[in-house]
């Protein structure tokens, strides 16, 4: 179920709650400014999301509201992580779905991140560019 990007955050989403280690994850990377880990139904050989330890809505959330210190660590954590999963050289996909319309599902700001295999286009019925 798609989500409103431009509501109030909700403390209890799920991420806030992985966040809080009221909920597992299988953890691929934490420093200061985000959290990584595998996502629990994966579209792709490797699908990890990346979060912002910040409680942020969306993309547009965290671009007007974060700090640059946040923004930063944020930026550089996705790159950290795609180094540590050996995507650079072969390529990954990221996305950020925002709002009902780009099929936002948990209102917290998160990054997907994947790899493993040729992707294809980016939207159905499109060629891959």
Known sequence: MAVNGTGPYDPQNVFARI????????KVYEDEYALAF???????????????KGPFVSFADFSRNGTEAEI???TRAVGQVARDLKLEAPGYR???NVGVEGGQEVPHFHVHLFGGRALGAMLPGQDAT
Not at 42 to 50: E, I, N, T
Request: glycine share 6%; net charge positive; hydrophobic share 45%.
């Open 19 to 26: 966040l809080r280690g009221e909920l597992p994850c299988k």
């Open 38 to 52: 595998h996502d629990i139904a994966p579209k792709a050989p490797v699908h990890v999301l990346v979060i912002p």
């Open 72 to 74: 930063t660590g944020f």
């Open 94 to 96: 990221l996305l950020s």
